[in-house]
């Protein structure tokens, strides 16, 4: 079946360094999501990227899908304690017959050092 | 707006017990997931069901039935729980399966205990 791997699985960083999250995928997908889980919460959408070689930006988070459509980073330029949370990519691929399945990365815990 | 509502918020089950997980959302989606998430095993798809009147499994469908009761409603079951299903359970809901799928909007999930 389709995998999605993200690493890392946890990256602990000094608030106003960068952070940065990769996922990559065993299959051509048709386009990737991210999101973002805060401690205790639900995932939230951040967003989607669909073209090959897309690159989108919002605030200090920039979001960049692969030319071949396998692989995807969300870099995060000078955290701040309120990038605290797990970041997650999603995947999705058809599975047939009309038919699509979002698969999910393990995520990225991110701490933030004050 | 709700959104995606899932109820129970909590639940404790003995092993062997059976329960329904409720779903419903408000947002006229036509596609509607039942994810667990376990610690470091991130977000894994047990039931899909891409419009009305259908259902697939996803990656860990064994233990759990489902049911899209109508558009909005779309129920997880566990006919006989195990430890093992001990985790936190998210329904979530997106207009359209396909290439220009929007996001996937979720509910606040539930956290269900087998003892």
């Known amino acids: 079946g389709q995998q999605v791997m993200q690493i890392p699985q946890y990256q602990h960083v000094q608030e106003g360094e960068d952070f940065t999250t990769y996922c990559n995928s065993s299959t051509t997908l048709s386009n990737i999501q991210w999101y973002k889980q805060r401690p205790g919460g639900h995932p939230v959408f951040l967003i989607q990227?669909?073209?090959?070689?897309e690159v989108k930006k919002q605030k200090r988070l920039t979001f960049q899908f692969g030319e071949a459509k396998k692989n995807s980073s969300l870099h995060i330029t000078a955290t701040q304690t309120t990038d605290v949370g797990t970041y997650f990519c999603?995947?999705?691929?058809?599975?047939?017959?009309?038919?699509?399945?979002?698969?999910f990365g393990k995520g990225t815990k991110l701490s933030v050092i004050p | 707006n709700a959104g995606v509502t899932q109820t129970p918020k909590f639940q404790v089950l003995k092993t062997g017990q059976s329960m329904t997980l409720q779903c419903a959302q408000d947002?006229?989606?036509?596609?509607m997931y039942w994810y667990r998430q376990d610690p470091g095993m991130g977000l894994r798809l047990i039931y899909y069901s891409a419009s009305e009147g259908t259902t697939d499994k996803g990656e860990v469908p064994n233990g759990y039935n489902v049911s899209r009761l109508n558009k909005r409603e779309f129920s997880l079951r566990l006919e006989s729980a195990a430890p093992s299903q001990t985790s936190v359970y998210f329904c979530?809901?997106?207009?359209?399966?396909?290439?220009?799928?929007?996001?996937?909007?979720f509910g606040q999930g539930t956290r269900l205990t087998v003892v």
């Open positions: 999603a995947g999705l691929k058809g599975s047939g017959a009309g038919s699509y399945q979002l698969t």
């Open positions: 947002m006229n989606h036509n596609s």
């Open positions: 990227l669909v073209k090959s070689g």
């Open positions: 979530a809901s997106s207009e359209q399966p396909g290439h220009w799928s929007t996001e996937a909007f």
